[in-house]
């Protein structure tokens, strides 16, 4: 596959930055010393938000020991590396995609950071606007940088402010982040066995806690806590920073205020796990709902309705709910491709969705489809799945999207084509509904959107629909 056609591929689904997560154990618990065995469990439960790259950092007495590499988290670590990792009762991870920087073991994640008095490991996940300007200030201190991504920036900001604070991690990550402009969650782990979490004060990036008996997780995602063992506390606030130790939150505070708190709403569209909460509402209860409004914005006569695999299902059984309409398996998902598959020849390359999603004829048949999808960029596998179904059998494709067209960039994490790429851009209605084969289109309105996600307790970002960007930092 040739470079114009991997990033083809790659600008037709949207991905997300990354994913973060940190444990703390309490020292009490002398027999439980599984923090890096823990943080690999959760990177499972996160592998969705990144798949090019993942790492994790434990602390081993007072050295800081990190493993990360390019790769799903199975393919990083396997059954020897972990056994290599450290006994800790503290670790962090992360799970990447490489919208920032290259995709090499060098941008990779957790990032540390050695200075004159101590040593960090940072996991990021967002996208900060003035990394630039900050990277280029620090080069003036003597400070070197061996990666590309911003993330490298904001563990060396850290360790800078850090060491101003005299050696105190909590004030240095919050020094350090009053000069940030953009999306970040953050988790630092200090090689004092700390760890310190910050929400950028937009809440534009999800971030959690959860607790157990052992100790206290923070996580992109509610889902990791699930997986791990912890029960959901809460979500950390808006330019909240918190303070871990010894397997206890002993401190938070709100340490930097927005006038507009503003969560990407692609969130619950399609990054987020359906079994996650985010902000106080549940992403599978979003989705269902961006159906049913999809129902009531575009009907259509049909027999069955089916979602496309995996975030469009739960708008699909939103959408059957609403219209009475059976809903139908209209795939059967390969989930043992692994990351990367090769395609030697162009047929193959032609053949990519099949490899994938196959569609089962049997559902499919004399029928009409309504086909439910998260969203449409340039347009190319919207195409070729319509395709397919049609040579399933199918009498008839509607195509339904629980987004609505993608007319602007994002700042903050979610990689996004360039706007002159974007098929929204590029034609009309009904020329994207030409393109990709349908018989009829239609897009969820940006107010049916912001309806079918009212229960989340932050403001939403939709500048990507709007160009009305809800949030600091875009210089």
Not at 76 to 88: A, I
Not at 226 to 236: A, L, P, Y
Not at 393 to 415: I, L, Q
């Amino acid at each position: 596959m040739g470079f114009g056609e991997r990033m083809t591929e790659r600008f037709d689904k949207l991905s997300e930055e990354c994913a973060v997560f940190g444990v703390s154990i309490s020292e009490k618990f002398a027999d439980n010393s599984e923090a890096a065995g823990i943080t690999y469990n959760a990177l499972l439960a996160l592998q969705h938000r990144g798949q090019e790259g993942a790492g994790i950092a434990a602390c081993d007495k007072t050295a800081i020991i990190c493993h990360k590499d390019v790769g799903l988290v199975s393919e990083v670590f396997t059954p020897d590396v972990m056994e290599g990792l450290p006994k800790s009762k503290v670790a962090i991870g992360h799970t990447r995609y490489s919208m920032a920087g290259a995709n090499t073991k060098a941008d990779v994640q957790p990032v540390v950071t050695e200075f004159l008095t101590g040593r960090i490991a940072t996991s990021h996940n967002g996208n900060v606007t003035n990394a630039d300007k900050i990277k280029e200030k620090l080069k003036g201190f003597g400070l070197d940088f061996a990666a590309t991504s911003d993330s490298e920036v904001i563990s060396s900001l850290i360790a800078y402010r850090t060491i101003r604070a005299a050696g105190n991690l909590l004030e240095g990550v919050k020094k350090a982040a009053q000069s940030l402009q953009g999306a970040f969650s953050v988790i630092v782990m200090g090689a004092d066995h700390s760890i310190v979490a910050v929400r950028d004060p937009n809440g534009y990036r999800p971030l959690c806690l959860g607790e157990n008996e052992y100790g206290v997780a923070v996580a992109s995602e509610s889902c990791a806590l699930d997986s791990c063992g912890f029960k959901f506390i809460r979500d950390i606030a808006p330019g909240e920073a918190v303070l871990i130790q010894d397997g206890k939150l002993v401190h938070s505070e709100i340490c930097l205020k927005s006038e507009a708190e503003s969560l990407c709403i692609f969130e619950y569209v399609y990054f987020a796990r359906p079994d996650s909460v985010v902000d106080g509402l549940s992403v599978y209860e979003a989705r269902l709902k961006m159906g049913e409004m999809l129902a009531k914005e575009h009907p259509v006569d049909a027999d069955v309705v089916c979602g496309v695999p995996d975030s469009g299902l739960e708008a699909a059984i939103g959408y059957s709910k609403a219209s009475g309409i059976q809903l139908a398996p209209g795939f059967v998902k390969n989930r043992y491709i692994g990351r990367s598959f090769i395609f030697p020849t162009q047929a193959q390359r032609e053949n990519a969705v099949a490899l994938k999603l196959n569609p089962l004829k049997a559902a499919l048949k004399g029928k009409r489809v309504v086909l439910v999808d998260d969203s449409i960029v340039r347009g190319t596998t919207s195409e070729k799945i319509v395709k397919a179904i049609r040579a399933a059998g199918a009498t008839e494709v509607h195509m339904r999207v629980s987004a609505p067209p993608f007319t602007h960039t994002c700042y903050f994490g979610t990689d996004i084509d360039n706007e002159e790429n974007l098929i929204a851009n590029r034609l009309s209605m009904d020329g994207i509904r030409q393109k990709i084969g349908a018989d009829t289109l239609g897009y969820i309105s940006v107010e049916g959107l912001l309806a079918a996600c009212k229960e989340c307790r932050l403001g939403l970002c939709d500048g990507c629909f709007t160009g009305e960007y809800k949030t600091q930092g875009l210089v």
